[in-house]
C-alpha cells in the first residue's frame, strides 16, 4: 500500500459565468434562466472554498476554465465573417445557440472526467477519461479541452493516461464522476469502483427514466472500466432510479456521495438498494474494506429537499483523525429537515463529525454544488510529484487569482452580453494571463 493523498481539483468559473438554462433535467439550472448572473462572485466564491480547504490541510488544486464563447461550436453551424458577425448572426438567429457557445457548465469539473487511482489500474498508472458530455449540445464540446488541460497538467506518461472521450453517440452517453465513486480502506489502497447508470442502450427492456434523460449508460461506464484496466471483482455497476431522474436528479452525486468506505445516500438513490449494496458489500470485502453505508430515509428529507438543497452534492473528506468533514452549500443550512437531519448526522458519533458550509450561491443558481465543482483525483507521493505544480492551490495562487479576477471580470453579465464581442475580447485576454500565471503556456487555442 503506497502513501496516496485525495487531491480535489476545483473549477475556476470563468469570466463569462451566466445563467442559460440549458440544462433540461437540472432544476436549479432551469427554474433560473436568463437571470442576470455575477461573474465575479462566482469566481471568488469558487476560489474562497479552495483556500478554506488547503488551509485545513486538504490537497487541493484547479481545473482552468474553458475558453469562451466557442466559436467553433458557433462556425460549424453555419455562422460566419469575422467574430463579430459570427455573434451578431447567432444572437439574431438562434440565441439558444449562442447561450450554447458561452455556457458555463466546465466549472463542474466532477463532469470533466472518470479518473482511477493507480491503485485500481491495470498498468499501474492513473487514469483519465474525459467525459464525452454528448447529451447536451452546451457540454457536448468540452472533452477536447478537457482531455488538453489534463495533458497538460498530468503529462508524464510513466504515471498518467489521459485517454480520449468515448465516441459521441447516445449509446456511450458519459458524464464523468458525477456517475463513479470510488471506495475503499484508504486512498492508497485498491479501492471498489463503483458506476452507476441511468439506462441501458442496448436493452430496451431495461428500466429508464420517462420525463428527464438518462444521461449515463451502462454500455459507457463498463468501456471507462476497460480503457482503465479495472479488475472486475473490483467494479460493481448500480442502476439509478429512473424515477428520481425524473425528480430531477440529473447525476448520481445529486443523490449519493461516498468517500474512504462510507457511502451517503438517499433510500430511493438506486432502482435496486439491496441488491446494490450487497455487491458493494461484497467487492470491498475482497480489498479488506467494510462498507459503512449511512442511509438518509425520504421521512427524514424528501427528494425535493435534497435536490433544493444539494445535500448529497456535498463532499466528503477524509480528516486527519480519521473522522470525515461534510462540506455543505450553505442552503442546506437553510432547509429546515436538511438542517435537522444533518445535526443528528453530527451528533451520531458515526464516520461524519463535522459540517464545513460555503456560500456558493452563483454556482447553486446555475444548478452545481460543491460536489459538482471537484474532480476527486488520489495521487501517491510520486505521482503529486510528477504532475504540474502551478494548480494547485496556495496561500500565493490564492491573491494573485483574487487580483486577476479582479481585474478581469464582470460583476453583472445580462443574456443580452453574450451578443457583445468586448465580452469575447475581455475572456481572450484573462485567459492568457491566466495561463501564464498557471505555467501552462498553449493551453488554449487563441
Not at 455556457?103 to 469539473?109: F, H, I, K
Not at 443523490?255 to 451517503?264: D, E, M, T
Request: aromatic residues 8%; charged residues 20%; contains cysteine.
Amino acid at each position: 500500500m503506497r502513501n496516496a493523498r485525495e487531491f480535489n481539483f476545483d473549477g475556476l468559473v470563468g469570466p463569462s459565468h451566466n445563467y442559460a438554462g440549458l440544462s433540461f433535467g437540472n432544476v436549479a439550472s432551469f427554474s433560473n434562466v436568463k437571470s442576470a448572473s455575477n461573474p465575479k462572485l462566482a469566481a471568488l466564491q469558487g476560489l474562497a472554498k479552495m483556500r478554506a480547504l488547503a488551509a485545513r490541510g486538504f490537497a487541493q488544486a484547479l481545473l482552468p476554465p474553458q475558453d469562451r464563447p466557442n466559436f467553433r461550436l458557433l462556425r460549424s453551424v453555419g455562422f460566419s465573417g469575422s467574430d463579430a458577425d459570427v455573434l451578431a448572426q447567432a444572437w439574431k438567429a438562434s440565441p439558444v445557440i449562442l447561450a450554447c457557445a458561452w455556457s458555463a457548465s466546465p466549472m463542474w469539473t466532477a463532469n470533466a472526467a472518470t479518473v482511477s487511482p493507480s491503485a485500481d489500474s491495470g498498468d499501474g498508472r492513473s487514469h483519465f477519461t474525459p467525459a464525452n458530455l454528448n447529451n447536451k449540445l452546451h457540454r457536448a464540446f468540452e472533452h477536447s479541452q478537457s482531455a488538453r488541460s489534463l495533458r497538460a497538467i498530468f503529462g508524464d506518461e510513466r504515471h498518467f493516461a489521459v485517454h480520449d472521450a468515448l465516441p459521441g453517440t447516445p449509446a456511450f452517453g458519459d458524464e464523468g464522476a458525477a456517475n463513479h465513486t470510488r471506495l475503499c480502506a484508504s486512498h492508497g489502497a485498491a479501492a471498489v469502483e463503483m458506476f452507476v447508470y441511468g439506462r441501458v442502450e442496448f436493452d430496451a427492456s431495461a428500466p429508464a427514466p420517462k420525463r428527464y434523460p438518462a444521461r449515463q449508460t451502462l454500455e459507457a461506464s463498463q468501456a471507462v472500466a476497460r480503457l482503465h484496466g479495472l479488475a472486475d471483482e473490483r467494479t460493481v455497476y448500480i442502476q439509478q432510479n429512473p424515477e428520481v431522474i425524473d425528480q430531477g436528479v440529473f447525476h448520481n452525486d445529486v443523490i449519493a456521495v461516498g468517500n474512504g468506505n462510507v457511502l451517503f445516500y438517499h433510500e430511493q438513490a438506486f432502482a435496486d438498494e439491496a441488491r446494490g449494496l450487497a455487491r458493494l458489500r461484497g467487492a470491498m470485502a475482497g480489498v479488506g474494506a467494510e462498507l459503512e453505508a449511512i442511509r438518509v430515509d425520504t421521512k427524514q428529507v424528501a427528494v425535493a429537499d435534497a435536490v433544493a438543497s444539494y445535500l448529497f452534492n456535498s463532499q466528503l473528506l477524509s480528516k486527519a483523525d480519521g473522522k470525515m468533514a461534510l462540506v455543505i452549500p450553505q442552503e442546506c443550512q437553510e432547509n429546515a429537515a436538511v438542517a435537522n437531519y444533518l445535526q443528528g448526522l453530527v451528533a451520531s458519533g458515526g464516520a461524519v463529525d463535522e459540517l464545513i458550509h460555503f456560500d456558493l450561491r452563483q454556482s447553486m443558481r446555475n444548478g452545481g454544488g460543491p460536489a459538482c465543482l471537484r474532480l476527486r483525483v488520489a495521487l501517491n507521493d510520486a505521482e503529486a510529484a510528477a504532475m504540474h505544480q502551478g494548480v494547485v492551490m496556495t496561500e500565493a495562487l490564492y491573491h494573485t487569482l483574487v487580483a486577476w479576477v479582479e481585474k478581469h471580470y464582470r460583476d453583472r453579465l445580462e443574456p443580452q452580453d453574450l451578443a457583445d464581442p468586448a465580452l469575447a475580447l475581455e475572456v481572450h485576454a484573462a485567459l492568457e494571463e491566466l495561463s501564464r500565471i498557471l505555467g501552462l503556456p498553449g493551453l488554449y487555442a487563441l
